[in-house]
T-cell receptor, first 110, second 113 residues
């Protein structure tokens, strides 16, 4: 059974710092991995999608990497801003569904 | 605007009173799915549909029904809601199967008293 773990569970950083969020999964047989952002009580906003054949994806200040063989992904956020404060969710697709991690709660202090 | 639309956004109901949460997408997506999100348990899949008239159970299907009569709509039906179905519900869609990235709706917060 696929399990997804995200570390750290919570992170508080001053504005401007670069930071890394970690995601690990137990079964490497995935179709893709997707990073989402969720604001309190709100929906999920897709940040980056990495197909299983890809190694990384970039969008603005965000960069996500995927090492399928070791079951790991990282989300790198450059020059963090208070508006980046949210919960970040990692999810892997097994074809029929997404399996989510518990998330990392990020707070960026101004 | 390409989107997944859920209605209602908030709903308070009583135990046993049948309800339907609607989900509609305007992107001609083949794949649709329902998730529930609970504190400490995260997001879990309820049902999914690979195309019209094709549905299957996810990890937590008990107490729920779905139908997929049209490509754009995928309603979630609670025939006899119970308090343990109080949750935040999300509908998601993807262009094809197997899914290559998901688009999520804004969520429906359901409270069953």
């Amino acid at each position: 059974k696929q399990e997804v773990t995200q570390i750290p569970a919570a992170l508080s950083v001053p504005e401007g710092e670069n930071l890394v969020l970690n995601c690990s999964f137990t079964d490497s047989a995935i179709y893709n991995l997707q990073w989402f952002r969720q604001d309190p009580g709100k929906g999920l906003t897709s940040l980056l999608l990495i197909q299983s054949s890809q190694r990384e994806q970039t969008s603005g200040r965000l960069n996500a990497s995927l090492d399928k063989s070791s079951g790991r992904s990282t989300l790198y956020i450059a020059a963090s801003q208070p508006g980046d404060s949210a919960t970040y969710l990692c999810a892997v697709s097994d074809g029929n569904k997404l399996v989510f991690g518990a998330g990392t709660i990020l707070r960026v202090k101004s | 605007e390409a989107q997944v639309t859920q209605n209602p956004r908030y709903l308070i109901t009583v135990t046993g009173k049948k309800l339907t949460v609607t989900c509609s997408q305007n992107m001609n997506h083949e794949y649709m799915s329902w998730y529930r999100q609970d504190p400490g348990l995260g997001l879990r899949q309820i049902y999914y549909s690979m195309n019209v008239e094709v549905t299957d159970k996810g990890d937590v299907p008990e107490g729920y029904k779905v139908s997929r009569k049209e490509k754009r709509n995928f309603p979630l039906i609670l025939e006899s809601p119970s308090p343990n179905q109080t949750s935040l519900y999300f509908c998601a869609s993807s262009l094809s199967w197997p899914p290559r990235g998901y688009t999520f709706g804004s969520g429906t917060r359901l409270t069953v008293v």
